[in-house]
């Protein structure tokens, strides 16, 4: 049975094969040991990112009771984080370590971004970052859905809830803990269509996982916690991963019990498939914490001076009157400002109404108030260029984009641990199709040029490859793998008409000109332009430089450089740096 089989068996509620109920029991009993044990040293975690979310939606609860009135800053700075992430939407490429697995790469870097596509990995990415920026930490899945693909299975990445994730206290590498427990809220009727053997067995679950503080009225007394865990063991000289489902105390599925998966483990790579994603790390823990968390003082700040403010500006707006007791003013006509007359009997006295005084606020008040409202911009990096503001006097675009990119370090280091977690994850899913692409799979792929084709992919090439016998002795086994680069799909109009403004500054220069294509490959090389490798072979295909160049192409105004220089050089230049110095390489 292949392993893609093994594995919609399990999905499907069966057992892989029979153990002792009795041994069934206490693994369970354990487990749920350690899952209370994980649950007591993460609460504290779990108490943050429920006030976190209030904070967000701009609902927390004052000292003693009661809704506080809060404005938006904290809420439009993590906002146009989230803008910033999504317009650096990563792209992957897949690039081999050896030169026989060229052709595997660019499968691979062609059928991974489908692949997310049909994960709906855009709307992950979303929903991940935003947690992220809330929370601190999100949390990638990287599954393999056996129901995906008619049957045939596929990848699944999702986003995962940190209420929902249990790890070793103490430990800051999630790879590196002992045990992992998921755990998730399914609906009783579910539960028991899936997995008969839970019959009559369903109720109130005492491991039940933190809870929001929910706009509608959620009802969980028809649900119960399923339970993924996760554990590592050693099987001969290597590490493996198995997974043991449960629920109220009945094992649903155990990988260790599988002869196929006893010794390889539930998935090949070994590793727990959650990929954490870390705004700003802390010591001891893989969670770390948001922009809500830094600046959540100063927001608390700004919301009770704001309202102090608002309360003297209303004093003031609408004035106040003392009156006496045995006044003789017909109140309802001097509350009435329609009204022109305002009765009164017998005399008025001076002390009989006296208006209530009102002392306006200092300057210096608000002042102070707009300096923290600075202060939060300045702790979330969250300025007014990089939110679309504009400083006076500057006009050009380019000029917008460079003081924007100035002024955005903490997102760009933002977006580079995003990237080096969605490399993570990349890697996962390529281990997710050496591992279970038994069967071939078609993809629709668009060229560069826009044009459609379809090909079929399946893992023959990326599995371990025994290399034979030489000399008497065995090569072993060789594994081919992958390195992944991570590119942004910039989206900012800003960046866009910068680069446009370039390329028309480069083509006043005449810097496009075949006759001056030596030139123009130096240039471009030295630049941090995206798309520039397309560019120059544009160039150099026009000035006929290249492998198949003829011996007298025009390399006359190339200058020299010094050989240090040359080891970064790319081909093309290269090529074009020997024939102007006419070295001819056999």
């Not at 003031?316 to 009435?336: L, Q, V």
Request: aromatic share 10%; charged share 25%; hydrophobic share 40%.
């Amino acid at each position: 049975m292949k392993l893609s089989e093994i594995f919609k068996k399990a999905a499907a509620g069966g057992r892989t094969s029979l153990t002792r109920a009795a041994d069934d029991k206490e693994r369970v009993k354990r487990g749920e040991a350690l899952l209370g044990k994980y649950r007591a040293g993460k609460v504290n975690l779990d108490r943050r990112i429920v006030e976190n979310e209030q904070w967000y939606k701009m609902r927390r609860t004052a000292v003693g009771g009661g809704s506080v009135p809060s404005s938006g800053w904290l809420f439009n700075a993590i906002a146009n984080k989230h803008a910033e992430a999504m317009d650096n939407y990563p792209s992957p490429v897949i690039l081999p370590r050896e030169e026989s697995d060229r052709a595997e790469a660019e499968a691979l870097s062609a059928i991974v971004p489908v692949i997310l596509d049909r994960c709906d990995f855009e709307q992950v990415f979303s929903d991940e970052q935003m947690y992220k920026l809330k929370t601190g930490t999100g949390v990638y899945g990287v599954f393999w859905d056996t129901s995906a693909a008619g049957g045939y299975g596929d990848v699944a990445v999702r986003k995962i809830d940190l209420l929902n994730l249990f790890w070793e206290p103490g430990v800051s590498d999630i790879q590196e803990s002992a045990n992992l427990f998921h755990v998730e809220s399914v609906d009783n009727e579910r539960l028991t269509a899936l997995y008969p053997v839970l019959e009559g067995k369903l109720g109130g679950d005492p491991l039940a996982a933190g809870k929001y503080v929910y706009d509608d009225a959620v009802d969980a007394s028809g649900k119960s916690l399923l339970v993924d865990w996760y554990y590592k063991k050693r099987a001969g000289d290597r590490t493996v991963v198995h997974l043991l489902k449960f629920c109220r105390g009945v094992c649903l599925f155990s990988s260790e019990d599988d002869p196929v998966m006893r010794d390889r483990g539930f998935y090949d790579h070994a590793k727990y498939p959650f990929v954490f994603d870390t705004l700003y790390t802390v010591e001891g823990s893989p969670a770390g914490f948001g922009f809500i968390d830094v600046g959540k003082g100063a927001q608390d700040f700004i919301d009770r001076g704001g309202r102090a403010v608002f309360e003297n500006l209303l004093a003031g707006a609408k004035p106040r009157y003392f009156e006496r007791i045995d006044g003789s003013i017909n109140e309802e006509e001097f509350c009435d400002f329609t009204k022109s007359v305002v009765h009164v009997s017998g005399n008025l006295g001076e002390d009989s109404v006296r208006p209530v005084d009102h002392y306006p606020l200092s300057g210096i008040y608000l002042e102070v108030l707009r300096d923290k409202i600075n202060e939060l911009k300045e702790t979330v990096g969250n300025r007014d260029v990089s939110t679309g503001g504009t400083v006076s006097g500057v006009t050009a675009a380019s000029a917008i984009a460079a003081m924007q990119e100035a002024g955005a370090k903490l997102t760009r280091d933002n977006v580079k641990a995003a990237y080096r977690a969605f490399r993570l994850v990349v890697l996962m899913i390529i281990e997710l199709i050496r591992q279970f692409y038994d069967v071939e799979r078609r993809f629709r792929i668009i060229g560069p040029d826009g044009a459609m084709k379809f090909i079929g992919y399946e893992n023959s090439g990326i599995v371990p490859r025994d290399q034979g016998v030489e000399f008497g002795e065995a090569l072993g086994v060789r594994t081919p793998l992958f390195d992944v680069k991570v590119s942004a799909q910039k989206s900012s109009p800003y960046s866009k008409m910068a680069q446009n403004e370039l390329a028309l500054e480069l083509y006043k220069y005449g810097i496009f000109a075949p006759e001056r294509a030596p030139a123009a490959l130096l240039c471009l090389e030295m630049m941090d332009l995206d798309g520039k490798e397309a560019i120059m072979e544009k160039i150099a295909k026009n000035a006929g430089i290249g492998a198949d160049a003829p011996a007298d192409a025009a390399i006359t105004d190339l200058p020299s450089r010094p050989a240090s220089f040359r080891g970064g050089e790319s081909a093309v230049t290269a090529a074009a740096r020997e024939r102007a110095a006419g070295i001819t390489r056999v």
